[in-house]
């Protein structure tokens, strides 16, 4: 689905015939925190203003806005299959350039790790790794109907007695927790190369057969993936306070005390799939 991209209240912003040249003191401070709520960020050293347009962003604005401040251009490559497409709808936000003296990202990231997994992201992509097998992705479909359909025919043909009841309920548990991986996939845009056939063949998936709101997990991991394990940001970690103390910083002290020294806090998260989180106590200014 295109981004809707028509006049804002304040009009659509001109786009001056020279760049203006932008510091990375001047982007840090339009993070969505200050006055007048600006969100600026950068993707391939080009200097967007998504203030307005975040309301209107297709993956929703908290995945966006998570950027405001920072370099986007790995996340843009990653959540984006046709790039030339969004970068046409990009045009009207774009404001200005990174200045020659700048660095193409922030300076608390490391330019050899990002070097390494942009090639390891070229690599996988030349090898081929990234197409799906469609053949695969329908014997799973297959099968989690023939999983779900034998285990309500268990208990319609033998009853509810214990032995069926028990049979019945693991078909149809196993059914359910592979229909939430099989669903993942979809979210993800892995299974079909148009996004909408991946979204339709979800909401059969998530919303028929599981009983949840696809857009529910997609916004919840949309955000996962755009900031994985960053404290207030990735919403799998958003479970304070009831099953872990954290404050404005990692409570790396009461961990220390309660169970000495700790370098990971595993809580328990019960989603639809029910999957354990582990939150590595990180800087939190590499969020």
């Known amino acids: 689905m295109a981004p809707q991209t028509g006049p804002s209240d304040k009009g659509p912003p001109s786009i001056p015939a020279f760049p203006e040249l932008l ?3 001047e982007i840090r401070t339009r993070n969505g925190g200050g006055r007048g709520r600006e969100q600026w960020l950068v993707i391939d050293r080009k200097v967007y203003d998504v203030t307005q347009f975040s309301r209107r962003h297709p993956g929703g604005s908290r995945v966006i806005g998570h950027y405001a401040g920072q370099d986007a251009t790995d996340a843009f490559v990653a959540f984006h299959q046709d790039k030339a497409l969004v970068k046409k709808y990009m045009k009207s936000l774009l404001i200005g350039e ?3 003296d700048q660095p193409s990202f922030e300076s608390n990231k490391k330019k050899s790790l990002l070097e390494d997994f942009r090639e390891l992201r070229c690599t996988i ?6 197409r799906p097998n469609h053949f695969f992705f329908f014997l799973i479909f297959l099968h989690l109907l023939v999983l779900d359909a034998a285990s309500w025919l268990v208990v319609w043909y033998f009853g509810v ?7 019945g309920m693991m078909l149809f ?3 359910q927790i ?6 993942h ?3 993800h845009c892995s299974v079909f190369r148009k996004p909408k056939w991946n979204r339709l063949l979800q909401i059969v998936m998530i919303n028929m057969l599981k009983g949840l709101p696809a857009s529910w997990w997609n916004h919840l991991h949309n955000q996962h993936h755009a900031k994985p394990n960053c404290f207030r940001k990735d919403p ?8 872990f103390s954290l404050g404005k910083t990692l409570s790396v002290e009461k961990l220390a005390k309660a169970h000495g020294k700790f370098q990971l806090s595993c809580p328990r998260k019960i989603p639809a799939m029910g999957d354990t989180k582990c939150l590595v106590i990180e800087n939190p200014r590499l969020q």
């Open 161 to 167: 007695s214990l032995v069926p009841f028990l049979a």
């Open 236 to 243: 799998d970690l958003n479970m304070h306070p009831l099953l």
């Open 185 to 187: 996939d979809l979210g």
């Open 98 to 100: 990174l200045a020659p």
């Open 178 to 183: 592979q229909m939430g991986w099989f669903q």
């Open 23 to 25: 510091t990375w003191e």
């Open 173 to 175: 548990t196993t059914a």
């Open 125 to 130: 992509e030349k090898m081929g790794l990234l």
